[in-house]
């Protein structure tokens, strides 16, 4: 085989044993989802494939091996490894055939959607409480007595209980998190709690309780304004 | 849904097993009623019917199905004048004469487009008004000014399109010319509005306007002028060239890969070229028109930017990831075949180039690719904490979508350049600082848009969106209108070391402008039903509710299958519509 055609396996390779192995050990990350991983490995074979092909010569430096080898052409010791591969092939197609139409125990993908649009009546609410030291110290009160226990003193979603579920309790530290969400949205969440999610959602994946039936409205805002400012967030606005 | 004449057509039925005699008494028996009705007038009317079905196919995907194909139809017919009208000023103005001839081959695909654009439109709203009296009704309510205004665009649209076409070789000399290319660009002014009056019926839709009092105007005004219609306008007209720009290039791709002689493969590959440039021309503005019109609906209203963004739609992104991504990479890899085979000698100078942008450009796909939420079973999501990677979790949002896409734009540009630098020796003596300027100008903006876009994620949304996201815009466009004319400039004076060499693209050269065109109608057909999915169960959001049996959103793979076979019919309505524009054509020169 060429070595055009041996420095594009010996890459792809690369990229994978990075993406499986050296990815989930650098600290905090954790293990990358297969369907991460095949995206990435899509995209780096498209890349080969297009530079291999810019030129006539790269592309027959590129192609003449595979095509030498499929064809059996002078490829000498080669041609029981031809034969492998031949024979190999049509088994692994039928092979991934059968694994993804057989019946399976596993349970299905993951696709649950974390941020739902949020139901008409709390799109255009605004926070009635003002802003001022006092409420927002009222609102951590309220937040370390109610909320921290999961989430987290430090915001982090790494409170006490925070190890016993799945999936664990939002980390509001996180610029991902409730920096990308308007007030209203964090109210209708810790008013209806898991239990009043969409579909999308999953309502039966989220252990959030629904505080309306313990907390007052008034409660609600200034835990929102608590939540922020204790993890040095601030929320979407239009101003 | 309101089910109304069953019992009348049983009785027809009944009644033709019966040699019409049935009928005939019927009949009697309806004229000599007819005084009956004086004494009913009383009885309250019969509730109006608010939505009819046809079955099998579903009232929904028949108008889903028509309406794609009409605007796919009409963005092409839209896009060709433009795009034939800008060769036609190129060809005016540099007295290249293949321009014109271009531009003309292209003029005469429109009066056949035209009318099955025009045709697909008339086949909508009869499905409209049959599937969906009630929408319909609340509509023509509001909008009926801007429908008699929509007619009257149409009557003048359609007299100057003969004219400009009629007219061609008639008005090819001295001020006659000058009248062609007015009619042109009139004939462009009026396919503006065109464009927009409809569109402010649909995106009337999505984010009304309703005033309560007023007169007709005054309320059909307000209508239109609605948060999300001048988004939608620009954003339409940028795609327009852009799929105008690429079905260009697919036209000539297959010409090129069926050419029979080296002139027509000279031409062919020629146009292709020129395609591909109007095409990535409208590609490289068109992602900010983009971010606009997203920003405009979420501030207009959270839930439907987060059903967009966030919620069930937000995968129909990272699918527009993919086709855009595809896009960039045909665009740039059309280019780069350009600089290899056209310009011989070439492709050692620039292949380290090449790679790195290369490089760059897969970097961005796959920061853009990636999704805030990954798909994952149920241990690997157990592995991660949840859905999100704590790691790769942060290429999940917009500031990192919006600087790749960013880079990408720069990277693309950058493509073109050296395109057009390849094969030319600059001799002004300002030529080696006019360089470096142009190097440091793209160095320091690529730096600026990444510490922008990692800056972003440590700022209030408001400051990102409104500052850092326009910033980063703003440089880009200013390294562009920057670098283009110096470059236009320094080449004014250069020494051509190698001739463009035209017909010697190899076939997969024609098969990427093929797979560009395919695309960018993907993407149409992608966002199409993203948009209209967007109101949810509303017909017009917040105002008129769906309460028809298909208020309901399809799935993301059942809408995928229609999208697709929208994309399928719409390539084969348009070769069947170069098919006959060209036919007269082929049986000329086979007759010479």
């Not at chain 2, 000279?266 to 109007?278: L, P, Q």
Request: charged share 10%; with cysteine; aromatic share 14%.
């Amino acid at each position: 085989m060429g070595g055009s055609l041996l420095k594009p396996v010996i890459l792809i390779g690369v990229v994978y044993a990075i993406l499986k192995f050296v990815v989930p050990n650098i600290p905090g990350s954790a293990p990358l989802p297969a369907s991460l991983i095949f995206l990435y490995l899509m995209l780096t074979t498209s890349g080969i494939v297009i530079f291999a092909t810019l030129s006539g010569e790269s592309k027959d430096a590129f192609w003449n091996p595979i095509q030498r080898f499929l064809t059996g052409e002078n490829i000498g010791g080669l041609q029981v490894l031809r034969y492998g591969v031949l024979l190999l092939f049509p088994l692994m197609v039928g092979w991934q055939t059968y694994s993804s139409t057989a019946t399976s125990d596993a349970p299905p993908s993951e696709n649950r959607t974390i941020h739902p649009a949020p139901p008409g009546e709390y799109t255009g609410l605004s926070n009635p409480v003002p802003k001022t030291p006092d409420t927002i110290q009222q609102g951590k009160g309220f937040y370390a007595a109610f909320c921290s226990p999961c989430h987290g003193g430090n915001f982090d979603g790494k409170g006490p209980a925070a190890r016993g579920f799945n999936p664990p309790p939002a980390n509001f530290s996180d610029p991902t998190t409730i920096a990308m969400l308007q007030e209203s949205y964090l109210f209708w969440r810790i008013k209806k709690g898991g239990v009043g999610l969409p579909i999308e959602g999953m309502p039966w994946k989220s252990a959030m309780p629904r505080w309306e039936v313990e907390l007052p409205d008034e409660w609600i805002w200034k835990i929102i304004m608590g939540e922020y400012d204790g993890a040095h967030q601030a929320p979407r606005t239009w101003e | 849904m309101q089910q109304q004449g069953g019992w009348f057509q049983r009785l027809l039925q009944a009644g033709r097993g019966h040699g019409g005699m049935f009928s005939a008494l019927l009949w009697a028996v309806g004229l000599l009623s007819l005084p009956a009705l004086a004494f009913g007038a009383d009885v309250a009317p019969a509730a109006a019917t608010e939505y009819r079905d046809i079955p099998y196919i579903g009232s929904r995907n028949l108008v889903w199905v028509v309406a794609q194909l009409h605007l796919l139809l009409a963005g092409f017919v839209l896009g060709v004048p433009i795009f034939a009208w800008l060769c036609e000023v190129v060809a005016w103005k540099t007295g290249e004469k293949r321009y014109d001839k271009l531009a003309k081959e292209f003029t005469k695909l429109l009066t056949s487009a035209y009318a099955t654009t025009a045709l697909f439109g008339g086949i909508l709203l009869f499905l409209l008004i049959s599937f969906y009296p009630k929408l319909m009704n609340y509509l023509t309510d509001i909008f009926f000014p801007s429908f008699i205004v929509y007619c009257l665009l149409f009557l003048v649209e359609t007299a100057t399109l003969y004219l400009y076409w009629y007219g061609w070789d008639a008005m090819q000399d001295g001020h006659k010319k000058t009248f062609h290319i007015f009619l042109g660009f009139m004939l462009n002014f009026f396919a503006f509005f065109i464009m927009i009056v409809p569109n402010s019926w649909a995106t009337f839709q999505a984010s009304p306007v309703v005033l309560a009092e007023g007169s007709d105007i005054a309320r059909a005004w307000a209508a239109t002028w609605n948060p999300t219609w001048w988004p939608v306008n620009i954003h339409r007209l940028i795609a327009n060239v852009v799929l105008g720009g690429y079905i260009c290039g697919a036209y000539a791709g297959i010409r090129y890969l069926s050419a029979r002689n080296a002139e027509e493969r000279d031409h062919y590959d020629w146009m292709g070229y020129v395609g591909n440039f109007i095409g990535v021309f409208g590609l490289l503005p068109l992602p900010f028109a983009g971010y606009w019109l997203m920003r405009e609906i979420y501030q207009y209203n959270q839930q439907m930017g987060i059903t967009l963004m966030g919620g069930f739609l937000s995968w129909l992104f990272i699918l527009q990831a993919m086709l855009i991504g595809v896009l960039f990479l045909g665009s740039n890899y059309y280019f780069w075949l350009g600089i290899t085979y056209r310009i011989p000698g070439s492709e050692l100078k620039y292949r380290k180039s090449m790679l790195s942008m290369l490089i760059i450009l897969l970097l961005c796909l796959g920061v853009w690719m990636t999704p805030h939420s990954l798909v994952a079973s149920l241990e690997e999501a157990r592995k991660m904490g949840g859905t999100h990677h704590p790691l790769l979790g942060v290429f999940g949002v917009m500031s990192a979508k919006m600087t790749v896409s960013n880079l990408m734009i720069l990277v693309t540009f950058m493509s073109f350049i050296m395109y057009w630098r390849a094969g030319k020796e600059e001799t002004a003596g300002w030529a080696k600082a006019a360089k470096a300027l142009m190097s440091a100008l793209l160095v320091l903006a690529g730096i600026a848009v990444v510490v922008l876009g990692v800056w972003g994620y440590f700022v209030p949304a408001i400051i990102r969106i409104n500052y850092f996201s326009t910033s980063q815009v703003m440089i880009v466009l200013f390294v562009m209108l920057t670098i283009t004319p110096l470059t236009a400039l320094l080449l004014k004076s250069a020494k051509t070391t190698t001739e463009m060499v035209w017909g010697k693209m190899p076939p997969r050269a024609g098969y990427a402008l093929v797979l560009n065109a395919i695309m960018v109608i993907l993407l149409m057909t992608l966002m199409g039903y993203a948009r209209s999915s967007s109101r949810v169960h509303w017909h017009v959001y917040g105002v008129l509710r769906d309460s028809s049996q298909y208020a309901f959103s399809p799935a993301l793979g059942y809408a995928a299958g229609i999208m697709a076979l929208n994309t399928f019919l719409f390539c084969m309505i348009v070769a069947f519509i170069f098919w006959v524009a060209t036919m007269s054509d082929k049986a000329k020169a086979s007759h010479s």
